[in-house]
């Protein structure tokens, strides 16, 4: 319940970090941030076009670069190993959000209805 004469409670979520595996160089956040753990640099969101606009980064690994899904990562680190026959979806439905509290595995076909789940 919130206090008297409040109109919205603010909460807080305490970022937290996790080496991305395959490339350990770089940390994901369950906040949505990727960094380059050698120069302690966030690396920028590109904004993908394949897809539907979701954000993504560009990770390198022996001089070759690959692109990563943020809100993937995301998921993978802190929600855990997508089940199968599940896939992420963003309950805000902004795809460009990859917080860890935005994210959550559903079937495809809630996925696909439009609905905030």
């Known amino acids: 319940m919130l206090p ?12 937290k970090w996790r080496q991305i595996k395959d490339y350990p160089n770089y940390a994901v956040s369950n906040m ?3 960094v380059n753990i050698k120069t302690l640099r966030d ?3 590109q904004k993908s076009k394949r897809g539907g ?9 022996e001089g070759k670069r690959k692109n990563y ?14 089940p199968v026959g599940m896939e992420v979806h963003h309950r ?10 935005n994210l959550e595995y559903v079937t ?4 696909c209805s439009g609905k905030d789940l």
């Open 4 to 15: 008297q004469g409040s109109q919205e409670l603010v909460v807080e979520m305490k970022e």
């Open 32 to 34: 949505g941030r990727v």
């Open 43 to 45: 690396l920028k969101h």
């Open 53 to 61: 606009y979701y954000a993504f980064v560009n990770l390198y690994k």
């Open 69 to 82: 899904l943020v809100h993937l990562l995301v998921a993978k680190y802190f929600l855990g190993p997508c």
């Open 92 to 101: 805000d439905t902004d795809r460009m959000n990859p917080r860890s509290d």
């Open 108 to 111: 495809h076909k809630e996925n």
